[in-house]
């Protein structure tokens, strides 16, 4: 499951710092929106959703904005852990449909 | 909490070879799904199953992919004959509830052709 990254996007924090992670989607028809987190050497990994109908959703740690006017995504994550460590991406699926749509992805840093 | 077993983990094999790659729920679901991971291409959708029956084949990149889902506890992906480009890493995952973008992931076979 390692996610070799090369011409990942990347965003280094200081441990401690809350994180933005951003990402732009395509359809507009989208309605459903999920960030995922790889960690080196597993398969993706749940963290939050939102519906089109939402502009905000707030789980453990994790803030999720989104933006439909521009297609934007993001996820807060505050008080970043070395834990935190892994690949984000956000996907995108619409009208029910179960083929979600996954971006790039972008690698986060924790800096001691 | 992985949602599948996946096998093997590893694998390496020349071109021409026939590679199997298994996948077995090890909780309830209704769907199941296969992707392939590439550096250059991300995560794709290559199969997925509603109660074991394919539903949309059309990101398997062409016939020499095969995928079966015999029962609710067992599929595989079949690469017949494989080729370099086939390298990457090929996920299973599945779907507890319906209409939720909640997968859970197995860790993954990476896949090596030479």
């Known amino acids: 499951g390692e996610n070799v990254g090369l011409h990942l996007p990347t965003l280094s924090v200081q441990e401690g710092d809350n994180s933005i992670i951003n990402c732009a989607y395509s359809?507009?028809?989208?309605?459903?929106f999920i960030w995922y987190k790889q960690e080196s050497g597993k398969g993706p990994q749940f963290i939050i959703d939102?519906?089109?109908?939402?502009d905000k959703r707030q789980g453990q740690r994790v803030t999720v904005l989104l933006n439909k006017t521009v297609k934007h995504l993001s996820l807060q994550i505050a008080a970043t852990q070395p834990g935190d460590s892994a690949v984000y991406f956000c996907?995108?699926?619409?009208?029910?449909?179960?083929?979600?749509?996954f971006g790039q992805g972008t690698r986060l840093t924790i800096n001691p | 909490d992985a949602g599948v077993i996946q096998s093997p983990r590893h694998e390496v094999t020349e071109m021409g070879q026939e590679v199997t790659l298994r996948c077995k729920p090890i909780?309830?679901?209704?769907?199941l799904f296969w992707y392939r991971q590439t550096m250059m291409r991300g995560l794709e959708l290559l199969i997925y199953f509603n109660n074991n029956v394919p539903i949309d084949d059309s990101g398997m990149p062409e016939d020499r992919f095969s995928a079966k889902m015999p029962n609710a506890s067992f599929s595989t992906l079949k690469i017949q004959p494989s080729e370099p480009r086939d390298s990457a890493v090929y996920f299973c995952a599945i779907a507890r509830l319906a209409g939720t973008g909640e997968l859970f992931f197995g860790e993954g076979s990476r896949l090596t052709v030479l």
């Open positions: 939102i519906r089109s109908n939402m």
């Open positions: 359809n507009s028809a989208s309605d459903y």
């Open positions: 909780s309830g679901h209704n769907s």
């Open positions: 996907a995108e699926n619409f009208q029910g449909a179960q083929k979600l749509v």
